[in-house]
């Protein structure tokens, strides 16, 4: 196992799930999603930590984060990469999440509220790009500001049942896509729901 993975899982160990819950914290132990209101949830621990390490985040990655939803994934981004920049649509969870992560004190975590379907685009490019609700396609906004060399985690499918795929930029602009699992996440609120 690479040092890089040691460290995420570590980290992932001592992240303290309850914290990012409204309510249902006596769930928080288990290893699946629980509702954070608004239709949302906080998604199971394992598949949280499994695309946090297919990232490849490096330390000098600028990541991208689409639905910041409770701030878990958020908070397990932010040691291991340069920058975070996240987008939450719902105003609620926007406030709460910024909340929760600033108290912990990280300094490198931008957050927005809005349509994260469109991205950030005054920030681009991004080394990685992470998608934490599903699509029905791939929104070309967000390979737009893919950079070459990047990788992006989205799951692609319809309301019920999901594919999570890895897409990566070659230097020359080239885009792969394999599929890491099949996943069942809510849906990415927006243009391409």
Known sequence: MDKRREEIEAYFRQLDRSYFMESSTGNAAADRPVSIGFGQTISQP??????????????????LEIGTGSGYQTALLAPFCREVYTVERLEALYHNAKARLDATGFTNIHFKHGDGSLGWPEHQPYDRIIVTASVSRVPNEL???????????????????????????????????????????????????
Request: hydrophobic share 40%; aromatic share 4%.
């Open 46 to 63: 394992t598949l949280v930590l499994e695309m946090t390490i297919q990232l490849d985040l490096q330390p000098d990655s600028r990541v």
């Open 143 to 193: 390979l737009d500001q893919l950079d070459a060399g990047g990788k992006m985690i989205i799951p692609v499918g319809d309301s019920f049942l999901q594919e999570l795929q890895m897409i990566e930029k070659d230097d020359n602009g080239e885009v792969t896509t394999s599929v890491l699992e099949g996943v069942a996440f809510v849906r990415l609120k927006g243009e391409y729901e």
